[in-house]
């Protein structure tokens, strides 16, 4: 389960040079173009690339897949390489294939769940600022800015020591996630060659 909660988040961050952002100065500002942007996006899709660095090994991980967004939570992220694993979230309903199994569940069958879920949809609905299970910085540099989430509950505690969103100042894109559980493992998805507003059926979120 653990494995999923990640996975359900992941769409990341490698080192980018934190220490090269300084704080924002005009917050609400920001906070109020982030939602009118994400206001705006009725489907996204993208390529990610997925960098792990675990703690007790010297090679880091990569897989690489695709990611498409639907207005009225629905996601899909499938990865491609170099495994396939494909995770579906279709309004409360969540449906898995590893391999040759399938697995379906509900949302709000587990509350770490469902709280996981809330941070992937604030990421694309703009509302990332006033999820309460985290304490949020806003940081900028010259192009992007830097949702800096400190966990405050017990359920986000126990999965994460940190989340960073990056966001490209041009568009409000998230263009970096990255997530540090409490073994000091670093997880890092990038995306690249976003599309905006593309139709999208519903066909590609359901696994049949």
């Known amino acids: 389960m653990h494995k999923l909660f990640l996975i359900i988040l992941f769409a990341g961050l490698a080192h980018t040079g934190f220490g090269q952002y300084k704080p924002?100065?005009?917050v609400p500002a920001v906070k109020a173009r982030f939602a009118a942007a994400a206001q705006k996006i009725n489907?996204?899709?993208s390529d990610f690339t997925q960098v792990k660095s675990l703690s007790m090994l010297s090679?880091?991980?990569t897989s690489k897949g695709r990611f498409y967004f639907k207005r009225n939570n629905r996601v899909r992220m499938e990865y491609t390489s170099?495994?396939?694993?494909?995770?579906?979230i279709n309004g409360s309903k969540v449906s898995i294939k590893d391999g040759q199994k399938t697995s379906r569940m509900s949302a709000g069958s587990s509350k770490m769940f469902q709280q996981a879920n809330q941070l992937m949809m604030d990421c694309a609905r703009g509302t990332v600022f006033d999820n309460p299970n985290f304490s949020v910085k806003l940081l900028e540099n010259g192009n992007s800015y830097l949702?800096?989430?400190t966990p405050v509950t017990k359920e986000m505690k126990a999965l994460f020591k940190s989340v960073n969103v990056v966001l490209q100042k041009s568009n409000f894109l998230v263009s970096q996630v990255q997530m540090v559980d409490n073994r000091g493992d670093h997880t890092t998805i990038?995306?690249?060659g976003q599309q905006l507003n593309t139709p999208l059926t519903d066909a590609l979120f359901t696994i049949r």
């Open 190 to 192: 990038s995306y690249s």
């Open 82 to 88: 170099p495994y396939q694993y494909l995770m579906i």
């Open 59 to 61: 090679e880091k991980v």
């Open 43 to 45: 489907s996204l899709s």
């Open 147 to 149: 949702v800096d989430m």
């Open 24 to 26: 924002v100065s005009n």
